[in-house]
C-alpha cells in the first residue's frame, strides 16, 4: 500500500487529471434522490464527490492517496475514506449509487453488485484494451477492461446504458473506455 499512496500522491501532484464528472454520471445522477448514500471507488480530487454532495447526497470517497483525499471540500456529505482499494470492501445493501471511473479492480465486482441497495445505480467508466498503432500501451493490461468484459460482468442488474468508445486522453494518446450504468 506504501507503493502504491506514494506513486498516486505523486500522480495528483504533478500529472494532468480530468476534472469534470463523466457524462454518464452527469446524465444519471438524478435517479438519486436527495438524503441517499453513495460510494465513489477511487474518488481521486473528488470530481465526482464533489457532484454527488451537491445534490445533497451523502457519499463515502475512497481513495488511497491523502493527497487526492485532502482535496476534497470540507462538507457534510462528503466522507473521506484513506484506504487501500486492493482490501477494501463494501457492506451489503449499503448505497443508493456506487460510482467507479478510471480504475479497475476485479475483486470488487461482486463487492459493488452486492453493495447496492435495490433500486440503487452503478456508474462504472474505465479503460479497455485498445489495439489501436497510436493508443496508450500501459505496462500492465491487468488493469484494463477486455471487450463487452464490464457488460457481462454487471448483467444480473438493469443495464441502463453501455458503450464501450475511442477517445483521445489528457496526454493526447488514443485510449477505449467502457461506460456502463445499472440499476439493482
Known amino acids: 500500500m506504501i507503493e ?7 500522480k495528483y501532484e504533478t500529472a494532468p487529471m480530468p476534472s469534470d464528472p463523466i457524462k454518464a454520471l452527469v ?9 441517499a448514500k453513495a460510494l465513489d471507488i477511487a ?15 451523502f457519499v463515502d470517497a ?3 492517496s491523502d493527497v ?9 456529505f462528503i466522507n473521506p475514506i484513506d484506504a487501500d482499494l486492493d482490501y477494501y470492501t463494501i457492506a ?8 467507479c471511473s478510471n480504475f479497475l479492480s476485479r475483486r470488487l465486482f461482486p463487492f459493488m453488485k452486492d453493495g447496492l441497495r435495490e433500486g440503487g445505480v452503478v456508474v462504472f467508466e474505465t479503460f479497455m484494451e485498445c489495439f489501436h498503432p497510436d493508443a496508450h500501451q500501459p505496462t500492465n493490461t491487468e488493469y484494463l477492461l477486455r471487450k463487452n468484459e464490464l457488460l457481462h ?12 468508445r475511442q477517445e483521445v486522453n489528457l496526454r ?7 461506460t456502463l450504468v445499472a440499476q439493482k
Open 92 to 99: 451489503p445493501c449499503s448505497y443508493d449509487l456506487i460510482v
Open 27 to 35: 446524465d444519471h445522477i438524478d435517479r438519486i434522490k436527495a438524503g
Open 43 to 57: 474518488c481521486g480530487k473528488g470530481r465526482h464527490t464533489h457532484l454527488i454532495a451537491s445534490k445533497d447526497i
Open 172 to 178: 493526447g494518446e488514443v485510449v477505449k473506455v467502457a
Open 4 to 10: 502504491d499512496k506514494h506513486r498516486w500522491n505523486k
Open 68 to 76: 487526492a483525499l485532502d482535496a476534497l471540500d470540507k462538507s457534510s
Open 62 to 64: 475512497v481513495d488511497c
Open 153 to 164: 460482468t454487471f448483467l444480473a442488474l438493469d443495464v441502463l446504458f453501455y458503450e464501450e
